[in-house]
């Protein structure tokens, strides 16, 4: 379920919460352009599949350097969102993996270290950053 | 808390398996995504930067969240922050034109009824009223933009980014 939260623009308090579901939105791609090749990058937008003023974006949430960081996102975004699936191997995700009933099962199954990112060095880290992104790079290219 | 179980309108990549996906909107520059086929990645937005808090246990295990990343995430700023530079340009703009108005009544009382006095007092009783508001309404407006801070959140939300 995605929420829409609105607040009055005077007063900043909240005037109505909508809550619609996920799979209602369409996603698009939005290159970003400009008139000198200076800025490269793109938004991955949702669209409401009836109501157009119903959007959301990665706006806020990320800020891609290249169209392949935005596809990564969307894929992101849709293992997050399934409930069959469990949540992306991210360090931001990992303090609450055993809290998603698939995640969890799937940890106990491959046998996932629950520290995995927590105990890593600083090379380390920056060796599975590395091989990340060209993961990204190779499956997007 | 852990729950086994989830929502009816929880989302599934299966649910694409028997429902038509919706027709794409007429969207110029805009690229319709397909759902499913997995990569299984993560993009740099939440890998770069993130070693420092990764280490900091009271942020790691806290409440889950991270120190927000600026390089990594933009923040639009969006509300009533306009509001303060419109007070600032505008109330500068109506206190200058209200004194030059002023001093423009002035010499028009001195140009045209210099010997007269009650000429001259009608002149600047008639315009009283228009110069003192156009006066008040500049010096509130640079008033507001000159409150203490926290007083100030109430009418203007917060001038700085977070």
Known sequence: MITFWQYSWLSGRLKSKKSVNF??????????VSPTPTSTGCNIIFVHKDDKSLQFSSVGLANFTSIADGLAWWDFIQCYMDVAEPLPNAPTLEVCRHLDPTTAKHDVAIGRDPRYWRDMSEQEYEAAEQAMAEKVARAFH | MQQDYYAATAYEYQYWKTTPMPEPHQLKGNHPLEFGDYARVVPSTYLKGLYASLKDEG?????GLFQFNHQCIRTVTGGRAWLGILCQFGGSLLVI???????GVLLLSLYFAFSDLKLSIKIIKEMAPIIGCILIVGLVFLGLVRLPPLTQTIFLVRLVPL
């Open chain 2, 97 to 103: 034109g209200g004194t030059a108005i002023v001093i």
């Open chain 2, 59 to 63: 942020i790691a295990e806290d409440d």
């Open chain 1, 23 to 32: 799979m209602e939105f369409i996603p698009y791609l939005q290159p970003l």
